[in-house]
C-alpha cells in the first residue's frame, strides 16, 4: 500500500475525535481573565503575550500528557503485535526521537493564551472562579475577544477547546487511541521506513492532546486555548514575534502577538474589532475605576471606551476567621 495512503488512514483512526480545524463561524466570544496593568500594556502596545506552558500554573498538563504517552507507547502490547519486530523498533526509536527533540528543544517555543467561554448565561458578571484565580482576586478585568478572524486571516494559531479528564480518563484515551492506530497499522503494512511518517503522526495527535487537556477538576474554568507552536509556522509569520519577558519568576520566553503579524499593518484582523467587551472584577468595578479605565482606553485604544462593563457579583476577596465567643 502506498505510503502517504496509509498516513491518511493512521490520521483518520487518530483525529476522528477532533477537528482539525473549528470553524469560525461555531467559536464563542473568549473571555482573558487578567490585571489591570495587562489591560493597559494590551492597550498601548496591541501586543498580546502569550505564555510557554512549562512555566504556566498548570504545568502538570503538558508534561504530564506528553509523559504518559511516551510511556503508552513504549508499553502498548498491541503496537508490539501489529508488527513485525524490525517495523515495531524502527516505530519505537522514531517516536523516541520525535520526544526527545520536543523534550529538548520545541518545547521552549510553544506558547498559550489560555482564555474563558463568555456568554450570554455568563453576562457581565463573569465567572467567580476566573476572578478567584486569574482576575486579580476580583480587582482585574476581563477581556471579551472575537477571535474568529485570527482563523479568518489564515493564521498558525490554534484555537480549540480545552477537555477535562481524570487521570483515569485519561489513560484511557490513551489506550483506546492506540490500540486503534495499531489496528490502522497492522491493515496498511507497507516497508519499514515507513515507520517514521507513522511515528510522526501518532506524536503529532499526543501533543495537541496534551496541550488541550486539563484534569477534570478544572472544569468550571471553561477554557479555550490559542496555541502557537513554532514548528507548525512553517510560513515563519510569527517568529519575528518570539520574545521575553521578566517578571517575579525570573526571565522566561514569550510571544508578543500581534495581528499586523498576520498581513502587515492594517491588512490583517483588527485588534480593535477583536475586543468586543471589557468587564472590570467586582471588587474593582467603583464608579471611580470605571471611569478611569475609560479615560486609559481614550488614551490608548478609543474605540474601547464604551465597551466597559462592571461586574455586580457579590465577592469577598479575603474571607475574615469566624469570631471565637
Known sequence: MPQDLRRQDLEDVLWADMEARPPASQLPLLAHY???????????????????????????????????????????????EACPPAHYNALLDAFDALYTAFDGESAFDVYVFSCSVHDDGIGDDGL???????????????????????LAAGSPLLVREVQYLSYEQSEAWMERKLQAFAEALQRAGGPVEGMQSAAAVLFERIKLFALFTKHRGFHEEREWRLVY????????????RLHYAIGARGIEPRLRFTTDALGGPGQGPSL??????????????????????????????????????????????????WPIT
Do not use: C
Open 128 to 150: 467567580l472562579s476566573m476572578w478567584r484565580g486569574y482576575g486579580g482576586d476580583g480587582n482585574g478585568v476581563a477581556i471579551v475577544f472575537d477571535v474568529a478572524p485570527l
Open 272 to 321: 480593535k474589532e477583536m475586543v468586543r467587551r471589557i468587564i472590570l472584577g467586582p471588587v474593582l468595578a467603583t464608579p471611580l475605576a470605571l471611569r478611569s479605565v475609560e479615560r486609559m482606553l481614550e488614551i490608548y485604544q478609543p474605540a474601547w471606551a464604551d465597551r466597559v462593563a462592571r461586574s455586580s457579583t457579590p465577592y469577598r476577596s479575603q474571607r475574615m476567621p
Open 229 to 240: 507552536l513554532r514548528e507548525q509556522d512553517r510560513q515563519g509569520v510569527l517568529t519575528q
Open 34 to 80: 487578567t490585571s489591570i496593568l495587562t489591560l493597559e500594556r494590551i492597550a498601548q502596545t496591541g501586543e498580546i503575550w502569550f505564555s510557554n506552558p512549562l512555566y504556566m500554573n498548570d504545568v502538570d498538563e503538558l508534561r504530564y500528557g506528553m509523559n504518559l504517552g511516551l510511556h503508552a507507547v513504549r508499553t502498548h502490547a498491541g503496537l508490539r
